[in-house]
């Protein structure tokens, strides 16, 4: 089992920055491909981002290529996703997930979730 927190959600203005971090406990976090889906009201959970274990592959959505970073620290179990330019349609709750198999884009490919941590833009 592995257990995921996701911290660093807030209310931030359009064109601003936030932080996320998915801290992973239970076993170890190295082998594992985390994701980062995003789930609005009303609307399904998005893929966002995502990264292999070696941190060697990365992958994005496209409305956020070229604003979001994901990268992992396997020694702190930790993976953080970087938000920059920050756009009102980007607010969601936003949740890590880890698979053992692959980071992969669909929800489906996860067995294991955060609670979410909310991220509000304001225009």
């Known amino acids: 089992q592995v257990q995921l927190v996701e911290s660093g959600g807030g209310l931030v203005q359009a064109g601003g920055s936030l932080t996320l971090s998915c801290a992973a406990s239970?076993?170890?976090?190295?082998?594992?491909?985390v994701g980062w889906f995003r789930q609005a009201p009303g609307q399904e959970r998005d893929f966002v981002a995502a990264?292999?274990?070696?941190?060697?592959?990365?992958f994005y959505a496209d409305p956020v290529k070229g604003r979001f970073t994901i990268f992992r620290d396997n020694a702190k179990n930790t993976v953080t996703l970087q938000m920059n330019s920050l756009k009102p349609e980007d607010t969601a709750v936003y949740y890590c997930?880890?698979?053992?198999?692959?980071?992969?884009?669909?929800?489906?490919?996860?067995?294991?979730w955060g609670q979410g941590t909310q991220v509000t833009v304001s225009s």
């Open positions: 990264i292999n274990w070696s941190a060697a592959s990365t």
């Open positions: 997930a880890a698979s053992p198999q692959r980071a992969g884009v669909r929800r489906w490919e996860y067995s294991y």
């Open positions: 239970g076993r170890t976090f190295s082998g594992y491909g």
